[in-house]
């Protein structure tokens, strides 16, 4: 038995799509799992990896990434703590991209078959780890319509209202003021942009004056201005 | 970014002898950069700088604006100029005239 909840954020996580019973919440937490610290920019899963596991992420932060031919990076989602990062390879035989730390993380890694035997003799969990990835889809379609459709400005202030929300609504940061991790040349790979581009966007954000942005942290003045300036509406997150 | 072929995949940068060079904007709005990024020679600077000054350029072409008076200064970590990328020589610009 384990005397501390460790997979405490992951549940928190999946209670977001809806009440557990407590019988239910307890089988999740007695899950197996492996406990590992990754650094920064280590690898969680690797492209064409035929995992045995799926990961929770515990503490801190990583990214969902693909490289393309000419050694580009894309990033496609920023996970926070509480997030299954690679759900989807609990059926899916092979890695169809990379996760990647974004900071020091933890990780439980637990494997695929005990989550898959829950998921089916429990349907509010398999409810609940169904949801999970459907809201992941949906979060990937946000990104797609963000990058395919939408200009330097825009992408970003939408990213950074995303992550507002996120980590709000995770118990991590405020609204209007919370902790973001990532380099002008990682915010360029999330939005298709190059990281000279992001540094003279985010500038001109500086100046409009509804935020404010340092190295490492974001400060949110006008929360509607800045998510009208994102086309943001936050439904996509199925938060409500 | 270019994933760099020096850094090993899943290995910390920590420790790398990757250099850190910043890439200043002039012309527009002055605008330096505080945060930098790691490559690992002057080749690698200037790709990032011709790509950085496209980028900006299709961008403002989309609205309808192109800034030719800007440029891309890049600096070392001892603050020296090691590049200068002026906007205008980063495209090349087909008029009526040479298209015929």
Same mark, same amino acid.
Request: charged content about 25%; proline content about 5%.
């Given at each position: 038995m384990n005397a501390a909840p460790i997979l405490e954020p992951m549940v928190r996580k999946l209670e977001l799509w809806g009440p557990l019973e407590e019988e239910d919440r307890a089988a999740l937490l007695a899950l197996p799992y492996t406990l590992r610290e990754i650094p920064q920019q280590g690898y969680i899963v690797r492209d064409g990896d035929r995992p045995t596991h799926s990961c929770a992420l515990l503490r801190g932060y990583a990214f969902r990434q693909k490289i393309v031919a000419d050694g580009e990076r894309q990033i496609l989602a920023v996970q926070i703590p509480g997030?299954?990062?690679?759900?989807q390879n609990s059926l899916l035989p092979k890695a169809d991209h990379s996760v990647q730390a974004l900071t020091r993380v933890e990780v439980a890694y637990i494997p695929r078959e005990p989550i898959v035997a829950l998921a089916f003799e429990r349907p509010a969990i398999g409810k609940l780890l169904w949801f999970d990835t459907l809201v992941d889809g949906s979060i990937a379609r946000e990104w797609i319509t963000n990058i395919g459709r939408r200009d330097a400005y825009t992408r970003i202030a939408h990213l950074l209202c995303e992550f507002a929300l996120r980590l709000e609504k995770a118990g991590i940061g405020e609204r209007d003021r919370y902790e973001l991790p990532m380099t002008q040349e990682q915010i360029a790979d999330a939005t298709g942009l190059t990281a000279v581009h992001v540094n003279r966007t985010l500038r001109t954000m500086d100046e409009s004056g509804f935020l404010t942005r340092d190295k490492r942290s974001v400060v949110i003045h006008d929360w509607a201005r800045l998510a009208q300036a994102g086309d943001f509406s936050s439904g996509y997150l199925h938060f409500d | 970014m270019q994933v760099r072929p020096?850094?090993?995949? *899943?290995?910390?940068?920590? *420790?790398?002898?990757v250099p850190r060079f910043f890439f200043h904007l002039h012309g527009g709005q002055d605008l330096s950069d505080e945060e930098g990024v790691l490559l690992d020679d002057l080749d690698a600077v200037r790709v990032q700088a011709l790509k950085g000054a496209r980028d900006i350029m299709a961008n403002e072409v989309k609205s309808g604006?192109?800034?030719?008076?800007e440029s891309i200064c890049v600096t070392d970590e001892q603050g020296a100029v090691v590049h200068r990328q002026r906007f205008p020589d980063a495209i090349v610009i087909v008029h009526e005239s040479e298209s015929e």
């Amino acid at each position: 038995m384990n005397a501390a909840p460790i997979l405490e954020p992951m549940v928190r996580k999946l209670e977001l799509w809806g009440p557990l019973e407590e019988e239910d919440r307890a089988a999740l937490l007695a899950l197996p799992y492996t406990l590992r610290e990754i650094p920064q920019q280590g690898y969680i899963v690797r492209d064409g990896d035929r995992p045995t596991h799926s990961c929770a992420l515990l503490r801190g932060y990583a990214f969902r990434q693909k490289i393309v031919a000419d050694g580009e990076r894309q990033i496609l989602a920023v996970q926070i703590p509480g997030d299954l990062v690679d759900l989807q390879n609990s059926l899916l035989p092979k890695a169809d991209h990379s996760v990647q730390a974004l900071t020091r993380v933890e990780v439980a890694y637990i494997p695929r078959e005990p989550i898959v035997a829950l998921a089916f003799e429990r349907p509010a969990i398999g409810k609940l780890l169904w949801f999970d990835t459907l809201v992941d889809g949906s979060i990937a379609r946000e990104w797609i319509t963000n990058i395919g459709r939408r200009d330097a400005y825009t992408r970003i202030a939408h990213l950074l209202c995303e992550f507002a929300l996120r980590l709000e609504k995770a118990g991590i940061g405020e609204r209007d003021r919370y902790e973001l991790p990532m380099t002008q040349e990682q915010i360029a790979d999330a939005t298709g942009l190059t990281a000279v581009h992001v540094n003279r966007t985010l500038r001109t954000m500086d100046e409009s004056g509804f935020l404010t942005r340092d190295k490492r942290s974001v400060v949110i003045h006008d929360w509607a201005r800045l998510a009208q300036a994102g086309d943001f509406s936050s439904g996509y997150l199925h938060f409500d | 970014m270019q994933v760099r072929p020096s850094q090993p995949e *899943g290995r910390p940068a920590i *420790g790398a002898v990757v250099p850190r060079f910043f890439f200043h904007l002039h012309g527009g709005q002055d605008l330096s950069d505080e945060e930098g990024v790691l490559l690992d020679d002057l080749d690698a600077v200037r790709v990032q700088a011709l790509k950085g000054a496209r980028d900006i350029m299709a961008n403002e072409v989309k609205s309808g604006h192109l800034p030719l008076n800007e440029s891309i200064c890049v600096t070392d970590e001892q603050g020296a100029v090691v590049h200068r990328q002026r906007f205008p020589d980063a495209i090349v610009i087909v008029h009526e005239s040479e298209s015929e």
